[in-house]
């Protein structure tokens, strides 16, 4: 069973970085599609990155294409998300996810979340 724990939020100014991690503690990681999605107050989850199984498909979302990063290492069962230029409007609680088809994923089908980590980013 996948067990999710992200780490690396923070509280940075505008223009910083921070790299993101999700662990996977279950052992199967690499069976799954992952994503990155946050929740900014008062608004509706929104998915940031996704990545395939192998790491060789990524997709992102227009607000931060350019900006982020999504990678994963299998070895580690870890997926990360890389963000540069972090903008005040990228302030969110983090999720991670897994799902076993980026199909299910798109269609909010997911199989395991992460309890999420705050970033922070001030003006």
């Known amino acids: 069973q996948v067990r999710l724990v992200e780490s690396g939020g923070g509280l940075v100014q505008a223009g910083d970085s921070l790299r993101l991690s999700c662990a996977d503690s279950?052992?199967?990681?690499?069976?799954?599609?992952m994503s990155w999605f946050r929740q900014a107050p008062g608004k509706e989850r929104e998915s940031v990155a996704t990545i395939n199984w192998n790491g060789i498909s990524t997709s992102y979302a227009d607000a931060v294409k350019g900006r982020f990063t999504i990678f994963r290492d299998n070895a580690r069962n870890t997926v990360y998300l890389r963000m540069n230029s972090l903008k005040p409007e990228d302030t969110a609680v983090y999720y991670c996810a897994a799902a076993l088809s980026t199909r299910a994923m798109v269609a909010g089908v997911v199989d395991y979340w992460g309890q999420g980590t705050q970033v922070t980013v001030s003006s």
């Open positions: 279950g052992g199967t990681f690499s069976n799954y599609v």
